[in-house]
């Protein structure tokens, strides 16, 4: 299935900022996953780790897209302050399951932010599908299996601190 045939397009905006060989972005356009994007959409959801709004299931009746700013973590408070189109949201805590920065809470790739966002939104079999490109994909699902059935059963924010004090998360 492309991300055309999906219910749910999949973008990237790819700022080139780290080694291209382990670009989970790169990799998702290569496999025909993701679309590659110069400019975010209007009305796409833009993953925003500094956004003020944290991904909840009924944003998917607001946008037909999910966008990611592929950017490295050490520039990334810098990156997003510049203006990018869409509606911005933050994921919920997750632990990331690559080998670079496994079980920190919070330091996901793209893959796995784009992942966690379609699994919270109810695009399961899609989310998993990217996972399956990675052989640590597995990983991050199985980290955050819980808390991505809760996070996407959340009606509102106030309902994430609850979650996160029932896995003994401290955020």
Known sequence: MSFELSQMQINVLLLKQDDPKKCTAEKLVKFGLAKKVKKTPKNTLVLDPFAKKILLPNDKKIVHSVTAIDCSW?????????????IHRK??????????????????????????SLL???FKELGLQL?????????FYE??????K??????????????????????
């Open 120 to 122: 919270i939104l109810g």
């Open 91 to 116: 994921l919920p805590p997750l632990f990331a399951g690559n080998p670079v920065n496994y079980s920190k809470l919070g330091k996901l790739t793209t893959v796995e932010a784009i992942s966690g």
């Open 150 to 171: 809760d996070y996407s059963k959340a009606d509102s924010e106030e309902q994430i601190p609850d979650i996160l004090k029932e896995y003994a998360i401290v955020h």
């Open 131 to 139: 996972l399956d490109k990675f052989k640590w994909g597995h990983t």
């Open 143 to 148: 980290l955050n299996q819980n808390l991505l």
């Open 74 to 86: 050490n520039l990334a408070d810098q990156t997003f302050t510049s203006k990018f189109s869409g």
